[in-house]
């Protein structure tokens, strides 16, 4: 089992996911266009100039990383929701990464359930790994028509946080009741899994979408290699207080406790690179 998972991070490192565009966003809540355009739509990630612009829903290929992972855990469907960024979080329903069937995509956006659907609305209350079937919840009739008739019968949803607050979910889907123990591994796999997916689109639009600016940015990538800010000062040719300035007003953008957590975050949504 260990030398699986370790094959299988290994692959994450190196993931590409080839997307698919399938569900462009107009603008409006909930809304959803036909399937012939949902099929027919070419718009790619290199080509959208902003979050807004980029299709909320995206289709995963199966590649060798997800046929790796089935080996281990089987399903017969994966989605991965949401970003961390404001108006993108999980039950916004604005970013999808998925192959559910397309037509069951539809008519879940469409009717809304991405902001009223249990499994979502407990994750967000902090449960840490959520299945259809729990007791302390039930689905509505028609999302669990819906569900039916797409055979999408078992889910399993591991919630993506930050500092406490879900801002994403990584969700496996097959006909048949997940075990314990493969629900165990699937909650191991689904933060480097998320990231893996996420990541073209942090490195491309996190600094949009968080405003940050070419010098916040360049002070934060100098203090990354451990300079104190009057080295900064130096090698950047900015006054002390310059730097000083820049460096709070990131932290402040990426609700950082310190420069040194404002670091490690602009790290993590890979601003530094």
């Known amino acids: 089992m260990l030398e699986k998972v370790a094959h299988l991070l290994l692959g994450i490192s190196n993931f590409l996911f080839s997307r698919i565009p399938r569900i462009p966003d107009t603008g409006g809540e909930g809304f ?3 399937i012939s355009d949902l099929l027919s739509n070419d718009t ?5 100039a902003d979050l807004k612009s980029l299709p909320r829903v995206r289709r995963i290929g199966l590649d060798y990383l997800l046929q790796s992972l089935k080996r281990s855990v089987s399903f017969d469907y994966i989605a991965v929701c949401g970003l961390d960024f404001d108006g993108y979080e999980l039950e916004t329903g604005k970013s999808f990464d998925t192959d559910l069937p397309p037509l069951f995509v539809e ?12 499994l979502i609305l407990e994750a967000k209350n902090g449960e840490r790994l959520l299945v259809d079937g729990l007791e302390y919840y039930s689905l509505p009739h028609e999302l669990a028509d819906l569900l039916s008739f797409f055979n999408l019968k078992n889910r399993a949803l591991i919630p993506i946080e930050r500092q406490g607050k879900v801002y994403g979910a990584v969700i496996f889907v097959r006909s048949v009741a997940f075990k314990t123990e493969e629900l165990a591994y699937l909650e191991f796999i689904a933060k480097p899994l998320y990231d893996a997916v996420v990541q073209p689109l942090m490195e491309k639009f996190a600094a949009v979408e968080l405003q940050l600016t070419a010098g916040e940015i360049n002070c934060l990538r100098h203090a990354e290699l451990g300079l104190t800010s009057d080295e900064i ?5 900015f ?3 310059t730097v000083n300035a820049y460096i709070l007003s990131a932290t402040r953008k990426l609700k950082a406790n310190n420069r040194t957590h404002a670091i490690a975050t602009a790290l993590r949504r890979g ?3």
């Open 32 to 34: 959803v266009a036909s």
């Open 44 to 48: 790619s990630l290199e080509a959208a």
């Open 107 to 118: 008519k879940y956006l469409a009717s809304g359930w991405h902001a009223r659907d249990p």
């Open 233 to 237: 000062s130096a090698e950047l040719g």
């Open 239 to 241: 006054a002390t207080q």
């Open 271 to 273: 601003l530094l690179e």
